[in-house]
């Protein structure tokens, strides 16, 4: 299985590629992780909010995967705690479908990608800057994969 990461954004800070990286390699080709950007529109002084998160939505959703399951990253979707995680890995390993997680930009998630979603997942009620989300996401992933294999990593 795959996991699609399609995050809004691109040219991020050194320490945060240095740290998607460094979680998104520990995880084995039967749970792989991977990064695709979607460049944000160009922001002007007067430029709609709405406007510019649903062409972020669009690109987004254009860049979703065939046959994927589609997952919003969102807060206020389903909160999910380490061993939920790691069992929902679990289901989606078994389904034989790859993963999309759709991360927005600064101004979140179009309507169009909450609705496509199959799952809405929120990591906390707190709100992150969209750029420590892949970092979070990496980690979380390879948490909930070592406590599926018995991996010392995680420690209850």
Excluded at 15 to 22: F, G
Excluded at 120 to 148: C, N
Aim: glycine share 8%.
């Amino acid at each position: 299985m795959r996991i699609h990461l399609l995050a809004v954004g691109t040219r991020m800070p050194g320490w945060v590629t240095e740290a998607y990286r460094e979680y998104a390699g520990r995880l084995p080709a039967e749970c792989s992780l991977e990064l695709r950007e979607i460049p944000s529109p160009r922001r002007g002084r007067n430029a709609p909010v709405e406007r510019l998160r649903e062409e972020e939505g669009e690109r987004l959703l254009a860049a979703v995967p065939r046959d994927c399951w589609v997952v919003a990253l969102d807060e206020k979707g389903r909160g999910l705690d380490t061993a939920g995680l790691s069992r929902q890995l679990d289901q989606w390993m078994q389904s034989g479908r790859d993963v999309a997680l759709l991360v927005g930009g600064a101004d979140g998630l179009s309507d169009a990608c909450r609705a496509r979603a199959d799952f809405k997942w929120s990591l906390s009620p707190l709100t992150f800057p969209h750029p420590l989300v892949r970092v979070i996401l990496a980690e979380q992933l390879y948490r909930g994969w070592s406590l599926l294999r018995n991996h010392p990593y995680h420690r209850a």
